[in-house]
């Protein structure tokens, strides 16, 4: 079975910190993803990547950055955590090649800004 | 713009009941669409995955169909049960891009 992990379940930072989230995926999957999920909006991207040290702006990338250093890892950074940014974060990832296989998620992070 | 739109956005059943719920997205040119299951604070887990070449998927009491001509898709769960209740998610897939819908929440009464 394909194994997503996300480092924390429950994390609470103050407004300003610079903030590390860490996926990690077992399956060699070249295709990660990092979505935040809302009340009432959904799931949005914010980026994915199709490679190691490749990735890609989603739909609001704004206030983030990610890091793909090893295949098996992709980090979402908050350089200076707001309180907008107080959600749920998803992560997922997805076999290479063939565009229509499965996205696989982590358990989520609830993050806390205040 | 691809949108994806759930219908309804709550139901509650009793057990036992047949029920249906309903995706709808703007755009037929997806690569494929699928339904996960997301429990309160949890992540989500892939119930059905159906390609665009694809009808339908059946997996135990579930069964999804996609009908792209239309840009509809619905999944049916049968005979339901309390463990069931949870929110379920539809999303489309464009490339690299997938497009969810805000999703139905389910309650199951015993």
């Known amino acids: 079975d394909v194994k997503v992990t996300q480092s924390s379940r429950y994390l609470v930072k103050r407004t300003g910190e610079k903030v590390f989230l860490e996926c990690v995926q077992d399956?060699?999957?070249?295709?990660m993803f990092w979505y935040r999920q809302d009340p009432g909006l959904g799931l949005r991207l914010i980026y994915f990547?199709?490679?190691?040290?490749?990735?890609e702006k989603g739909d609001i990338p704004e206030g983030y950055s990610v890091s793909r250093e090893k295949k098996e890892r992709f980090s979402l950074i908050l350089e200076s955590a707001s309180t907008n940014q107080t959600s749920m974060y998803l992560c997922?990832?997805?076999?290479?090649?063939?565009?229509?296989?499965?996205?696989?998620f982590g358990p989520g992070t609830r993050l806390t800004v205040t | 713009k691809q949108e994806v739109t759930q219908i309804p956005a709550a139901l509650s059943v009793p057990e036992g009941e047949n029920l249906v719920l309903n995706c709808s997205f703007t755009?037929?040119?997806?690569?494929?669409l699928q339904w996960f299951r997301q429990d309160p604070g949890k992540g989500l887990t892939s119930l059905l995955l159906?390609?665009?070449?694809?009808r339908e998927q059946t997996s135990g009491r579930l069964n999804a169909s996609l009908d792209k001509s239309s840009g509809r898709s619905t999944l049916y769960i049968a005979a339901s049960q309390p463990g069931d209740s949870a929110t379920y998610l539809c999303?489309?897939?464009?490339?690299?891009?997938?497009?969810f819908g805000a999703g139905t929440r389910l309650f199951v009464k015993a």
């Open positions: 159906i390609q665009s070449s694809q």
């Open positions: 997922a990832s997805s076999r290479p090649d063939d565009l229509s296989y499965e996205q696989y």
């Open positions: 755009d037929s040119a997806i690569y494929n």
């Open positions: 999303a489309v897939r464009l490339g690299f891009k997938t497009i």
């Open positions: 399956m060699d999957h070249e295709n």
């Open positions: 990547s199709y490679d190691v040290k490749m990735k």
